[in-house]
């Protein structure tokens, strides 16, 4: 993997770069729809191939759904789901520890009862990494143990020193074991140290020393507030090294991608704009509308005179809100696929004002705009 | 409307035909994709676009969502859809019967709860004709007494006399009120009479003598024996106008359509390919495929090597038998949108047949094929 900044903000930390993967080139700031199972909820693939050029798949869902054995019969993932462009994998930490009561959490891993049919299994840091070598992302994370929030300083620390002591385990298991298909995997850690700086600074300092192609922040956005992720992220981002990529993990509504951005972040990954638009959320450049209300009702404007997406011109509000009422998993779709071409678009401004140093006061005069209830 | 015989078939009854609306030209025979609310479900308009002329809306369905208000203030149903193509709505007839229990069925209409909230609703032949003027279809149909199969000859044949009725009722209304937007509006009235020879004769008949733009044939594969449809069918398309188009409502299965054909038909409906598209039922030229089966876990060919949708050669077996096992609607999407390009492939195939004069043989070779479970 590549990674070439292109430009930093005059007055901000907010950057422009080109990730190269052995699949695609992807320009920063970006976003990636989640596709845990290898789809991304309610968005055909067909129409996730015109919006965007990565996506992000998870080792514990993709490991029971469809499993290691179809993946790999299939040449891997990219195979699979037949996707051009790049995949970055999670390693199913954040999933299995988001499931707390059903797991033994060891040193040496986590045994954990399976969602689907209630099955245990027992994942190592060996074992997420052999089964991301099998699912065959791109980019792959590291096993890590994730605090919730809120936690102890004391459970932090201690937690935090699994982390760092699994990442090890990581490294050695990939050192030992190569690639098995013919391009290349790029390996991200992870920072963790909840809320408190002493402990995310020493993650930072720590992690910053393995010289990874790429570094995560992880554990934020747990239900602190805004401004302790921020001042956190800030923080961090400070440490880290600037000419590798970094990605705040989990992250989140339009204003926190552009607060993020100016803070120096340059991958954002969330549910967000699918779940939201899911239950008929949409974001836009005048705010956000609820399509359900009934003030949509007779609207017959399009869905959004500024969106970039054949739905959003197609279609009228009122349309939508009928899609809604009338229960069809249409009504998702055409809300999931406005969002997340919205967040591109975003974040497509948000790089021509980077790009001409106006980004900082761009961002301040958009924001409310974006939060505002339509 | 304008319909113009382009061509009939030398060795069986099919024929090639260009019927106009207001809103497109249409080549039959044509399958009619049911949208009851206004949208085939699972199947994005935008796809829906891509493939077909025309699509069949519903009067019971529409009155309750969104509302005769709502469509009357668009502008009309093609406009609140924004669908370019013709869109021709059933009466709510059939719907209303088939929710029996609730209904109470007298000389001027049938009282009935209403599916939704429960409310009690009146719809007579003026009433849904009065809708069906409202929503805008560029074909409408008559609203008539579908009896229940099985049903004894007494029911059938008073079941008849109620239809004759209601039909000149509908035909006062629609010359007392004529179009509200500026497109022609046709009517199709209904010929009933259950599995009884005589009384499907004696429909025929008179409805003839109307001067109809188009007839329709109601009342068949209601679980009937599949000669039993066939053989009725045939009877009715010796006494109907040649030069009128003939709709065989709700049927059917692909070798139904090519039967039909066969006999005379030019138009279909069925919610049969997204139906059963939604229960991983694949219709393809080698067969049919239950997609869901263990058998397509690690077949990673494309879903249908001569379907001629964007989803038949993005997605493998194996992936979309994934979808569906993880419960996306992704699944019933692709499969929807699969069987209804297959289905338009079928009857352009069909055409291409009886332009040769190949029809007759053609279907008894490729049948077989058709109905292989695989």
Redesign the interface.
């Known amino acids: 993997m590549k990674f070439n900044l292109i430009k930093t903000d005059n007055y901000s930390k907010a950057r422009i770069g080109v990730l190269e993967t052995d699949h695609s080139k992807i320009e920063t700031p970006i976003f990636m729809p989640v596709a845990s199972?290898?789809?991304v909820?309610?968005?055909?693939?067909?129409e996730l191939y015109k919006m965007c050029e990565i996506t992000i798949g998870n080792t514990y869902h993709l490991y029971f759904?469809?499993g290691i054995?179809?993946l790999h019969?299939?040449g891997g993932i990219h195979?699979?789901?037949?996707w051009k462009g790049s995949i970055l994998t999670d390693s199913g930490g954040f999933q299995i520890f988001s499931l707390k009561k059903l797991n033994k959490n060891t040193e040496d891993g986590v045994l954990f009862k399976s969602m689907i049919d209630g099955s245990f299994h027992f994942f190592s840091p060996e074992k997420s990494m052999k089964i991301q070598r099998f699912i065959g992302g791109d980019i792959i994370m590291a096993f890590d143990d994730c605090p919730s929030f809120p936690c102890s300083y004391t459970v932090a620390k201690k937690s935090l020193k699994k982390t760092h002591f699994w990442l090890k385990k990581c490294y050695s298991y990939l050192q030992e074991n190569p690639e098995i298909y013919n391009y290349k995997q790029s390996f991200f850690p992870i920072l963790q140290g909840s809320i408190y700086p002493d402990l995310r600074r020493f993650s930072a300092e720590e992690i910053s020393l393995l010289e990874a192609e790429g570094y995560a922040i992880g554990g934020l956005s747990l239900g602190e507030e805004k401004e302790e992720t921020y001042n956190i992220t800030d923080l961090l981002t400070d440490i880290l090294p600037k000419k590798k990529p970094r990605y705040l993990m989990g992250v989140g509504y339009p204003a926190d991608l552009l607060e993020g951005i100016s803070l120096g972040i340059d991958m954002f990954d969330c549910v967000l704009p699918t779940r939201n638009g899911r239950h008929g959320m949409l974001f836009t450049w005048k705010g956000i509308m609820n399509i359900k209300n009934k003030k949509w009702?007779?609207d017959?404007s399009c869905l959004d005179e500024f969106g970039k997406t054949?739905?959003d011109q197609?279609?009228?509000k009122?349309?939508l809100?009928?899609?809604f009422?009338?229960k069809?998993?249409?009504a998702?779709?055409?809300a999931s696929i406005h969002n997340l071409s919205f967040y591109f678009h975003l974040l497509q401004e948000a790089k021509i004002h980077i790009m001409h140093n106006k980004f900082f006061y761009w961002k301040k005069s958009i924001i409310p705009l974006l939060q505002k209830r339509l």
């Open positions: 199972k290898g789809y909820k309610s968005v055909p693939t067909h759904q469809p054995e179809v019969k299939a195979s699979f789901l037949n009702e007779k017959y054949d739905v197609l279609y009228s009122s349309y809100r009928h899609l009422l009338s069809d998993s249409l998702k779709e055409i």
